[in-house]
């Protein structure tokens, strides 16, 4: 430390404030898709505390809060945060707890702003969806908690029945795998959801990894978005869907750069559900979460017709 601190000090302007020492306390997980993430952690937030303890021993704060007050003002920013919508008419149940738990906050929030309600429900431990005008099934690891999603078989047949009466739905990666008829990993095998008609499968190296590109199909049933061509998203995933496939499934997306699902093509439509391995951003080049909120809204409002 001592070594590095003068280096620092001789041949840079860059003051030393503080070091922090290894920790073995400090060591997150790691697993197939990275670092276990905190949801799935039951003392995440002791061993949040025990690492701002840890920082708080070793750092001079008073010294970094004295370099912040001489620091020129930070340039405000010109990125407008989404317009609340002046009522939240849509119901979405949305799978939370630890084998679903990937989800993008400003997505979840563009979701909100478009006028959607958000109602978390857990597919480990509830045995009923919430009332709900549509559904949404995130990214996570369904692969490391197959068991006790197999095991819930009332929320299984109860998602099943929803969606086959037309719930209209929207599965990423995770969530497709968990809709698939079975998931699959190593000589262990569990039943899932069984709407898509296929099984996951979990494979030794990525199936798919990184940027994609994505360009929709006349399947794809959300409301238009003009001008829309080809659109980035990304994919991460070492299951893919046991081939072959039904030749007659549809698809909502043609694949110009990435795996999706067979190759060529992502995002799988049955009745109001587009299943995909991609997960998508909204952004500029792709709302999807106001187009969402409009075909959940659409079908509600055509089903009270």
Same mark, same amino acid.
């Given at each position: 430390?001592?070594?590095?601190?003068?280096?620092?000090?001789?041949?840079?302007?860059?003051?030393?404030?503080?070091?922090?020492?290894?920790?073995?306390?400090?060591?997150?997980?790691?697993?197939?898709?990275?670092?276990?993430?905190?949801?799935?952690?039951?003392?995440?937030?002791?061993?949040?505390?025990?690492?701002?303890?840890?920082?708080?021993?070793?750092?001079?704060?008073?010294?970094?809060?004295?370099?912040?007050?001489?620091?020129?003002?930070?340039?405000?920013?010109?990125?407008?945060?989404?317009?609340?919508?002046?009522?939240?008419?849509?119901?979405?149940?949305?799978?939370?707890?630890?084998?679903?738990?990937?989800?993008?906050? $400003?997505?979840? =929030? /563009?979701?909100?702003? !478009?006028? @959607? &309600?958000?109602?978390?429900?857990?597919? +480990?431990?509830? *045995?009923?969806?919430?009332?709900?005008?549509?559904?949404?099934?995130?990214?996570?690891?369904?692969?490391?908690?197959?068991?006790?999603?197999?095991?819930?078989?009332?929320?299984?047949?109860?998602?099943? $029945?929803?969606? =086959? /009466?037309?719930?209209? !739905?929207? @599965? &990423?990666?995770?969530?497709?795998?968990? +809709?698939?008829? *079975?998931?699959?990993?190593?000589?262990?095998?569990?039943?899932?959801?069984?709407?898509?008609?296929?099984?996951?499968?979990?494979?030794?190296?990525?199936?798919?990894?990184?940027?994609?590109?994505?360009?929709?199909?006349?399947?794809?049933?959300?409301?238009?978005?003009?001008?829309?061509?080809?659109?980035?998203?990304?994919?991460?995933?070492?299951?893919?869907?046991?081939?072959?496939?039904?030749?007659?499934?549809?698809?909502?997306?043609?694949?110009?750069?990435?795996?999706?699902?067979?190759?060529?093509?992502?995002?799988?439509?049955?009745?109001?559900?587009?299943?995909?391995?991609?997960?998508?951003?909204?952004?500029?080049?792709?709302?999807?979460?106001?187009?969402?909120?409009?075909?959940?809204?659409?079908?509600?409002?055509?089903?009270?017709?």
């Amino acid at each position: 430390e001592s070594k590095l601190r003068a280096v620092l000090e001789h041949y840079t302007d860059v003051p030393v404030v503080g070091a922090v020492y290894h920790d073995d306390a400090m060591t997150i997980a790691e697993r197939h898709l990275g670092l276990v993430p905190s949801n799935e952690s039951a003392d995440a937030r002791a061993f949040i505390e025990h690492i701002g303890q840890r920082v708080a021993e070793q750092v001079d704060f008073d010294a970094i809060l004295a370099i912040a007050a001489a620091a020129p003002p930070v340039p405000e920013s010109t990125i407008e945060p989404p317009t609340p919508a002046a009522e939240r008419d849509v119901r979405i149940a949305i799978a939370r707890d630890p084998a679903f738990g990937f989800y993008y906050p $400003d997505d979840l =929030e /563009a979701l909100e702003a !478009a006028g @959607a &309600e958000l109602l978390p429900f857990s597919p +480990l431990d509830d *045995s009923r969806l919430p009332e709900c005008d549509g559904l949404f099934l995130g990214g996570g690891f369904p692969e490391t908690h197959m068991d006790r999603l197999a095991a819930n078989a009332p929320i299984r047949a109860a998602i099943r $029945d929803a969606i =086959e /009466a037309g719930l209209p !739905a929207y @599965a &990423e990666c995770g969530g497709l795998m968990y +809709l698939a008829r *079975s998931l699959r990993w190593d000589t262990h095998e569990a039943e899932m959801v069984g709407v898509l008609p296929a099984s996951a499968v979990m494979h030794e190296r990525p199936m798919g990894r990184g940027y994609v590109q994505l360009e929709e199909t006349p399947d794809h049933p959300w409301p238009g978005e003009p001008g829309q061509t080809v659109f980035p998203a990304h994919e991460f995933h070492y299951s893919a869907l046991e081939t072959p496939l039904p030749p007659d499934l549809r698809f909502a997306y043609r694949v110009h750069r990435g795996t999706g699902v067979d190759g060529r093509h992502d995002g799988i439509v049955h009745r109001n559900l587009v299943a995909s391995y991609a997960h998508l951003r909204d952004t500029s080049h792709n709302h999807w979460a106001g187009r969402f909120v409009q075909f959940v809204r659409a079908c509600r409002d055509q089903k009270r017709v």
